[in-house]
Structures are given as C-alpha cells and as structure tokens.
C-alpha cells in the first residue's frame, strides 16, 4: 500500500511527523504538505499563481500552498507513483462539528475523495497535545481494516482522538456531527485597533449522546463519515413552493 499524507499545520507539525512514523510501519508514504500553518483553510485551491513542489527528502515535499492544492497536486500529476490512500493529520485540535467546515485538514481528505482514493482525517481533540503517539497508533489500526470498510466512493472519513495515552482509551464510537453556537466575537489587536482577529469558536451547542463532542468528551475516539454532497434534500419541496409563488 502506499499512502499520500498531508496536513493543514505544516510539514514540520510535531502531528505530521508521527503520523507518518506511525503509517510507515505498515505502508510507504509519501508526504506532500504545506511549506508554513495553513489551519483553517478549507477546501480552497490556488489559481493565481502556480506553485513550487520543494523536495525536504526523500518522500517528503512542503509546497507553499494550501492542503486541498497539496493533494490535488500530488495526485494529479506530480507523484508519478499510484497512490492507494489519501490520510491527512494528525491536525492540532479537534474537527468536530461545524469545525469540519473550515478545516484544512478535512479538506485535504475530501480533496483526495474528490479525485477517486478513499481518505481519512485525522485530529488529537486537543490545544495541548500531549499524545500524538495516540493517534498515530489509532490512525495505523484503521488503516490496515480500510479495505474492509465497504464504504461507498463519496465517503470521507473524519477521525477525532481524545488527548490521553493509548491505555485510556474506552472504545471507538461511530458518531455523527454535533454543532457549535455562533462564534465569539471578532478581537481588536492590541498594537493597532484598526486590525481584527477572528474570535474563538462558538461552545458546543447539540453535544448530545451520539455526537462526536460527546464521544470525545467520554474518551472515546470518534469516526463520523461525511459526505460532499450538501444539499438539504428535506427542504427541496419548501424551496419549490416558496418558488413557484416568486414573480420573476
């Protein structure tokens, strides 16, 4: 098997680092990743300026560039190797809920589904990540059942790891995204009031049995499969009225 990985913190990331220690045990790796932190840069792909692969060593390549343009790079061309597997990670922090959204990390998973490979994302549900350890161990356990999935071609797999040591693990728990409130408000920079910084994100809002927060929060490790298709098929029919009552 041999896994493309990629990640949305930067190739030098302490979670890149052991998640390809930890995959190499059972696969080759190729490492194609931003040059610098790209968090939270979605699915965006950069089209005004083309973009530099630069070789680290062998098998490892930092690309000023977002995750999803890592991946799209990688297997569209210039890793001339098959690649079987696309996993990203190990993010710092969790991707739960609404964090899915903006994640670089997921992004970069839903880009290699995007272009015809199963992918996983992988987070250490933490702002202290003291375990990394835990989730390269988790990340090789799935791994080497992928092909024993039987998941349907448009599904990503989205994969949050409690901070704790292996040992204090309870289980795996297949989970559905819970939901954040709104945001915190927008900070005023210290130096220069004129500038802003994005505010915290909102406080779990549905945590309830079922969810990934609350999987996390009991020390389970949280698998949720998700979609790219976001259309919201319960409401086609009131979109469709309300329509068909529009002057236009």
């Not at 062998?58 to 560039?65: E, L, M, P, V, W």
């Not at 990390?105 to 996983?120: D, M, N, Y």
């Not at 992988?122 to 390269?136: H, P, R, V």
């Not at 901070?163 to 819970?178: H, V």
């Amino acid at each position: 098997m041999r896994i493309l990985i990629s990640n949305d913190d930067g190739y030098q990331a302490k979670g890149i680092k052991q998640l390809t220690k930890s995959l190499s045990e059972i696969a080759e790796v190729i490492v194609v990743a931003p040059s610098e932190n790209k968090s939270a840069a979605s699915s965006s792909l950069t089209l005004g300026r083309p973009l530099k692969p630069i070789q680290i060593e062998k098998n490892i390549y930092a690309i000023d560039a977002t995750p999803s343009d890592c991946v799209h790079l990688a297997l569209c061309g210039f890793i001339q190797e098959s690649i079987d597997l696309v996993v990203t990670g190990i993010n710092f922090g969790a991707n739960l809920g609404d964090d899915t959204i903006y994640s670089g990390t997921v992004a970069g998973a839903i880009e290699g589904r995007f272009l015809g490979l199963p992918s996983i994302a992988i987070s250490l549900a933490s702002w202290e990540c003291n375990y990394y350890e835990t989730a390269g161990e988790i990340a090789k356990r799935l791994v080497t059942q992928i092909d024993k999935s039987e998941l349907s071609y448009n599904t990503i797999i989205n994969v949050n790891v409690p901070d704790i040591p292996l040992s204090e693990i309870k289980g795996i728990k297949t989970t559905r995204l819970g939901s954040r409130h709104k945001s915190e408000p927008s900070i005023k920079d210290k130096e220069d009031t004129s500038l802003y910084w994005i505010g915290q994100n909102g406080r779990e809002a549905d945590n309830l049995e079922g969810t990934d927060f609350h999987a996390i929060s009991n020390n389970f490790v949280s698998v949720t499969p998700l979609q790219i298709d976001t259309t919201k098929y319960s409401e086609l029919k009131q979109v469709d009225d309300w329509l068909q009552k529009m002057d236009y």
